[in-house]
């Protein structure tokens, strides 16, 4: 049953003591809590949520979020303090590959010695071993000690009997980070597979590109506290904001303009009033999307105040033939004082899948050096739509560089501009559109895969003489 609720939290929270010293601890035993020695550390806060059979749930936040807290208490490995956890069937959980494992024992003899101290019988793993073996791929490895084993290896090994025995909740944390890319692939399609046969899946990454194609919902933590649950690419805007607000990375103008430096610069201009706004087509009031009831994540920062998808007409447009531009407007009012300014649009598949992201920064386009309180910022990107056919949805960003970063980025690593970057606000999933197929074309298919990437070929067809060793160039073509 789909509805079936497997796993119901309500209200739950945790809290260990926490001592000073040794000593304490043996002085509060003594007394029989007559002197209280201790101080409490609440690791959870009232927890609540469901899961149904056969959905995934992703559970995402920084670390001493209690996150790992959370998954114990579901596992039956610890008790809450307060609050009710029911699990209704068998929970596996995958907290962290090799526990359990004895490194004197080899690959097979660990099998069978982990899934008996699983409940399982031995006759029951004998039928599924093949497929463990063969999903490891470990070869000759799996019968040689673990202790001599890699760690992807080790990581083969756990991986593989977990996903073959059967279970009603499947609990992964922070385990794919390990191993080469193959292997990862082959366990997320496993995932997909357990997924099909409804078994649920909770899944605990840092990992937010896997959050997003995986899970069809997931819940942000923090400090022990559930600060969102609900779509995961929402939850994912959620997870990032809260990151940067704790590092108080925000660029706010603290300083007049006049202040920030004006070396070597090429990109940003010196005020919003400078900045060209010739030939700047902005759509009629009717092309654009109503979103008044949709959940604006930002920081306080802006607010956005229109959005419209646009064929090279300048309407409002949800159907485009393969290799057509689409047009994507929007629009935010600031409500505080920012740097240089930063649109983004992205483009996600059915699946969840980003097929397409793209800032306003890495299109090379000159902004304004700062953007004051009460002011507009209008973007508009143009994207040829070289996708697969089938349906996607829309999102939009908003962001913010310090002048002389946004001057310098092009010298800066992917994790360093990532650093430096402050997120203002985004909009999810605002509206759908569909690729049709290229119409008056010779191939009916005109690429594989998600989308048709720029490049050319080239054909060589030659015939080698065996007795005199000679090569001739029969034809060439591009």
Known sequence: MRNEIVAKIDGLSKCFKVYDSPWKRAKEWLTMGMSLEHKDFWALRNISFELKRGESLGIIGPNGAGKSTLLKILTGVLYPTSGNCVVNGKILSLLELGTGFNPELTGRQNIFHSSRLLGFPKIYLRERLSDIEQFSELGEFFDRPYKSYSSGMRARLGFSLFAFLECDIFVIDEVLSVGDVFFRQKCYTRIEELLKKDISVILVTHSMSTVQQYCQKSMVLNKGENIFLGNSTEAVKHYFLLGQNQKQSKIRLSKSPQDYSRKNRKKTQTTPENHSSDNFYWPNSNAFIDISNLQLISDGGAKCTGVALCDTSGGLCRIFEQGTTAYFYYEFELLEDIGAPIGSVAIRNDRNILVHGKTTLQLDMKVPSFVR????????????????PGDYTVSIGFATLAPDDYDNAQYMSYHELEERRHRVA????????????????????????????????????????????????????D
């Open 426 to 477: 985004s909009l999810s999933q605002i509206t759908t559109f569909s690729v049709t197929m290229r119409k008056n074309k010779g191939l009916a298919l005109t690429h594989h895969g998600l989308s048709d990437l720029p490049g050319s070929g080239s054909m060589q067809l030659i015939s080698h003489n065996v007795a005199f060793n000679n090569t001739f160039i029969l034809d060439e073509t």
């Open 373 to 388: 309180k009460g002011q507009r910022v209008r973007f508009r990107q143009t994207i040829e739509l070289n996708l697969i």
